[in-house]
């Protein structure tokens, strides 16, 4: 099994900024595509960005220019760069994943448990 851990979240003033961080942890698994997905209050889960196994990062049209995603291989964690925000990038933040169990030889998707992000004055 592999866990996703997020954390990062809080209140910020709209306009500023912040890091979300989501780190994989687990036994003999490797990381395929890793995203980010929010869902505010009374809407349905959206995509934020997804940076697949190959091929260019993906960002949801709300996203381009103002959020950025990144990995460190090394440590299995993924990072999500969120600048100029707004009050309606008010949501919980949900990390995912496509994990390759290398012991087993399938593929799972996983989720993190999710991190509030607030954006308000």
């Known amino acids: 099994q592999v866990q996703l851990v997020e954390s990062g979240g809080g209140l910020v003033q709209p306009g500023g900024s912040l890091v979300l961080s989501c780190a994989a942890s687990?036994?003999?698994?490797?990381?395929?595509?890793m995203g980010w997905y929010r869902q505010a209050p009374g809407k349905q889960r959206e995509l934020v960005a997804i940076?697949?196994?190959?091929?260019?990062?993906n960002y949801a049209d709300f996203a381009k220019g103002r959020f950025t995603i990144a990995r460190d291989h090394a440590k299995n964690t993924m990072y999500l760069h969120m600048n100029s925000l707004k009050p309606e990038d008010t949501a919980v933040y949900y990390c995912?994943?496509?994990?390759?169990?290398?012991?087993?030889?399938?593929?799972?998707?996983?989720w993190g448990q999710g991190t509030q992000v607030t954006v308000s004055s």
């Open positions: 687990g036994s003999a698994f490797r990381i395929k595509a």
């Open positions: 995912n994943a496509d994990i390759w169990h290398s012991a087993n030889y399938y593929l799972q998707n996983y």
């Open positions: 940076m697949p196994d190959v091929g260019p990062t």
